[in-house]
């Protein structure tokens, strides 16, 4: 009986406290929110600064979506962005970029001509406090960051579809490089190689630099067919220079034939569109969206980080989509530069 009543007391001892937490419990009305603490501090951190771009040219697919891709991720924070066009122009994109150091912008995005041009130019820049962001094509300066494709893993990949299409047929095939100096073009020539160490039957009738132009590259084709009808394969550098390569391959006669391999940003008209036409076999997209956020993001890190330029040093490679017959229809295999600027 005893213990009924000291079961009976704790029982009510239990209610009597859950009734009284309940009271003692705030209601919705008396809750309040916590604030961030950091971002407050991030949007001072990239409020008025200002990150300037030297491609080198505008007006084509890869440099049009890095440019509209970080204007969309930026500017809402209120980033400013400078521009400087050397259309192609090795020495202008030398000038713009020593009158950038002097201007002292808080970030400077540089796509490379070739490997050595601004090495120099760039190292200044960080030692004048100038964050540098290196796209696609680097130079021999590591600065803070490099966003692009891994140029080895892409020859190798374009190399090794080659001589897997090639495998009983002529073994004849051609590279179509772009500009020599480009770190895209040697660092790509390098991988190339390193398949076709491993297959002595591939012999490479022509390898040539056709310096991004679709013209030469077209002109340099035609003259190849023309003296090896029984090619099999073409390893070319980038797309949107290979069109021209592919348009020798289709006025030959040899569509489906030849495999045709290059490279590229993935964009709808210039990737999925040529593959799914016959023009290219394998078209291995860096997908310049993504390379375009990973700046992007980086850019608010090393603003809002407080790390001096030059201080760290990274790479950030992108990983590589391929686009073939299998998957060119597929919506989210390319993008659309109409999109990517609205």
């Not at 705030?26 to 300037?52: I, M």
């Not at 796509?111 to 760039?122: C, R, W």
């Not at 980038?238 to 020798?248: Q, S």
Request: proline share 4%.
């Amino acid at each position: 009986m005893g213990a009924m009543i000291k079961w009976k007391a704790a029982a009510f001892a239990a209610i009597g406290l859950a009734i009284g937490a309940t009271a003692a419990a705030p209601t919705r009305a008396d809750e309040k929110g916590l604030n961030e603490p950091f971002q407050g501090e991030f949007r001072k951190d990239l409020e008025g600064k200002t990150v300037a771009f030297v491609p080198v040219a505008m007006n084509f697919d890869l440099t049009e979506g890095w440019w509209a891709g970080l204007k969309k991720e930026l500017e809402p924070y209120g980033v400013k962005f400078e521009l400087r066009d050397p259309n192609w122009n090795t020495n202008a994109g030398a000038q713009a970029v020593t009158s950038l150091v002097s201007e002292k912008p808080a970030v400077m995005v540089i796509h490379n001509p070739d490997v050595q041009t601004y090495a120099k130019l760039l190292h200044r820049a960080e030692k004048e406090g100038i964050y540098v962001i290196q796209i696609n094509m680097g130079s021999a300066y590591r600065s803070s960051a490099f966003v692009g494709a891994n140029w080895i893993e892409i020859g190798e990949r374009d190399a090794n579809a080659v001589v897997d299409f090639c495998n009983g047929k002529s073994n004849k095939i051609a590279i179509m490089q772009g500009a020599l100096s480009a770190a895209a073009s040697a660092y790509t020539l390098r991988g190339v190689e390193n398949v076709l160490e491993k297959h002595p039957e591939i012999k490479v009738v022509s390898s040539q630099a056709a310096d991004w132009d679709a013209a030469k590259a077209k002109g340099i084709a035609q003259t190849v067919l023309k003296q090896n009808p029984d090619l099999c394969g073409i390893v070319g550098f980038w797309d949107g220079m290979d069109i021209g390569t592919a348009a020798a391959v289709k006025e030959a006669g040899l569509t489906g034939k030849v495999f045709v391999a290059t490279s590229g940003g993935g964009e709808r008209k210039g990737a999925c569109e040529q593959v799914k036409s016959g023009a290219f076999d394998l078209d291995l997209s860096y997908d310049v969206p993504t390379q375009a956020a990973s700046m992007a993001a980086l850019i608010k890190w090393l603003l809002s980080s407080g790390v001096k330029p030059g201080e760290i040093k990274g790479s950030s490679y992108t990983t590589l989509i391929p686009v073939t017959k299998a998957n060119a229809d597929i919506e989210t295999t390319c993008w659309n530069l109409s999109d990517l600027k609205k």
